[in-house]
Structures are given as C-alpha cells and as structure tokens.
C-alpha cells in the first residue's frame, strides 16, 4: 500500500546504469553494423554518412531525446530516405536492424525512411493528416508520438546539414524554417530553438 497515496512516482528518475551501458552497447553495434554496410565510404555534405549519423544522433541526446530515439538518429538513412535515396539496407531486411536497435528504434527509422515527404509534410502537423509510405504507396495515421518522434529527428537532420552547408541553407532554410514553424507544437523545446536560430534569414 502506498504511504502517500496523493504522490506521484518521480518524473526525472535516477539513471539507470545498467540501461545506459545496454543504450551505449547498442549505439555501438549500430555503428559498426553502419562501418560493415560502408556508411563510411558514402559521400554526405560535411564529409561521410557516418558522420552526418553520429552528428544526429549527438544533437538529439543535447536536445533530451530518450535512447531508442537516439538510437533512431544514428541509424535513420539505413533504408534511405525521400531526401537521401541511397540505402544500406532494403526495406525487408527490418529484422537485421530490430536486431540490433531493437524494434522501437527500428519502427522510427522506418516510418522516417518511408515518408513520402511532398505528401505528408502539408497535414504533419494535423493529427488527422495522412502520412503516406513511398514504398508501398499506401497512407496511414500514426500515433502523436510517432509524429513527434518523426518532426524531431527530421529536425535534428536538416539542422545538421544547415550548419554545415551554407548553399543549402540558403536554399532551403526558409521552407525548412515554415515547415518546423507550422509543426513546432510537436518538437522539443530545444529543437525549436535550434530551427529558429539556424534556419532563420540571414541579414547582410
């Protein structure tokens, strides 16, 4: 029975170090799973795949993600994306990544590489708005969690390619920066910082 029935269980608990090293450990089959597939050895602005992956996934830890999200980061261009088309794995090798990630994180990878994104971007922010897979054509809803998941690290990786590439942030910034304004709601605080501080116009 509980002492104190009106208390609540702590919302910032204690971490788990057990959890971590199991975190950790995962992230580190991933990148070698990533090396094995030569991520290292594909070109991507500011330098390889691997690269721009290990950076996403450190701007999501600064921003709080939780592990499987983290882990979602490093491994997100594994099936290719709209975006990124070259993939290291096809689509119905899921198991091989679940394997290594575990289903959670491998499920955001997936919804994130499926993103026809000229269709979906428009109702992301909607809870009704569809989300439709390039790969199989077909549209679904996914859950509000998913959706975050999906406006965060879509985030962290435009961020990242806009810090690094001037040309492309001129470019794009503007509509990446009306994109992450109409689905703000969704992000993190820290990852809407960011958006307005990298992607806002520059003036001469």
Not at 65 to 78: K, Q, S, T, Y
Not at 105 to 112: M, N, R
Request: some cysteine; aromatic content about 6%.
């Amino acid at each position: 029975m509980n002492p104190h029935p009106h208390s609540h269980p702590n919302p910032n608990p204690r971490p788990n170090p057990h959890s971590n090293q199991a975190n950790e450990a995962a992230a580190d089959r991933a990148v070698a799973l990533l090396r094995g597939l030569g991520a290292e050895d594909v070109p991507h602005p500011g330098g390889t795949l691997l690269a721009h992956l290990l950076r996403v996934r450190e701007l999501l830890g600064t921003w709080g993600a939780r592990p499987a999200l983290r882990l979602a980061g490093l491994c997100h261009a594994f099936y290719g994306t709209d975006g990124f088309p070259t993939g290291l794995l096809p689509p119905d090798r899921r198991a091989d990544l679940v394997a290594v990630i575990g289903a959670e994180a491998e499920a955001i990878v997936h919804l994130y590489a499926s993103c026809d994104r000229k269709a979906t971007y428009p109702g992301l922010g909607r809870p009704d708005g569809p989300f439709r897979d390039r790969f199989t054509g077909a549209s679904h809803l996914p859950e509000p969690r998913a959706r975050r998941d999906f406006a965060e690290l879509s985030a962290a990786n435009e961020l990242d390619l806009a810090r690094l590439d001037p040309a492309f942030r001129e470019q794009w910034g503007p509509e990446l920066l009306t994109l992450f304004t109409r689905v703000r709601h969704l992000l993190s605080a820290d990852a809407w910082r960011d958006c307005r501080t990298v992607l806002a116009p520059t003036t001469a």
